[in-house]
């Protein structure tokens, strides 16, 4: 039996979030946290992507009249008042397992057809977002990265298992369109990293622009203002 992963109160919400388990207004509240709080939408990105490269493995299956009809007696008035105990310790259950069981990866398929319901704060500045895949072309982002212009912070999740590769380190990177790479500092394994950016960097996170992690020895590139080792993961910033 594999070991259940303990997900933090964000890693959680925005799993649930993903999988369409939560009512119409929690979903309203993940929506407005997206829109406020860069590393909370990237967090949300992943698990979607997570679950797209599932789903698109999954065979659609109609149901029949009687099947939906079934369903339909046994749903209470209010969805957001009936047995909320319940709900939750399903919903828990759930989200603590990334086995997702194929009850839950059926249920996503359906609800990722919906259309989510945003609501949009007032701009006060254009976030914009990376998701940072392996060059290989795997679909699964290894870490997101947001730019707050309001901040003038880089926000950076790693989604890498800490200590695979305990004899390097993950430098990042940003490669504006002149094609010159600028270090940006470093950031752990399973760790997510709020980084204060220089005004001599700020130009330099534009759209357009792209974000990497190159895999070094500690304490960095050995070079000036060049990464020295493989990249791991590269990703475009875009409009969130």
Do not use: C
Not at 4 to 22: K, Q
Not at 53 to 82: C, F, R
Not at 183 to 206: D, Q, V
């Amino acid at each position: 039996m594999s070991e259940r992963p303990e997900l933090s109160e964000a890693e959680a919400f925005a799993a649930e979030h993903a999988l369409g388990l939560l009512t119409s207004a929690e979903r309203r509240q993940a929506e407005t946290r997206m829109a406020r709080d860069a590393v909370f939408a990237g967090l949300v990105e992943a698990w979607r992507n997570r679950l797209d490269s599932l789903i698109d493995a999954i065979m659609p299956i109609t149901p029949s009249h009687g099947v939906w009809a079934g369903i339909e007696q046994t749903l209470p008035v209010n969805d957001n008042a009936a047995d909320s105990r319940g709900l939750r310790f399903w919903r828990a259950a759930t989200v603590g397992s990334l086995t997702l069981a194929a009850a839950s990866l059926t249920a996503a398929v359906f609800l990722a057809n919906q259309p989510p319901v945003i609501i949009h704060p007032v701009p006060v500045g254009q976030l914009l977002n990376a998701s940072l895949i392996s060059p290989s072309g795997a679909p699964v982002p290894l870490f997101v990265a947001a730019y707050d212009p309001v901040r003038k912070a880089l926000i950076v999740t790693s989604l890498v298992q800490p200590g695979k590769d305990p004899a390097h380190v993950h430098e990042l990177w940003v490669i504006p369109a002149d094609g010159k790479p600028r270090p940006l500092g470093f950031i752990e394994p399973g760790k997510t990293k709020t980084m204060p950016m220089p005004e001599a960097l700020r130009n330099s996170l534009a759209l357009g622009s792209a974000i990497a992690v190159t895999v070094e020895p500690p304490g960095g590139s050995p070079k000036i203002d060049a990464p020295s080792g493989p990249v791991a993961a590269v990703g475009k910033l875009v409009k969130i």
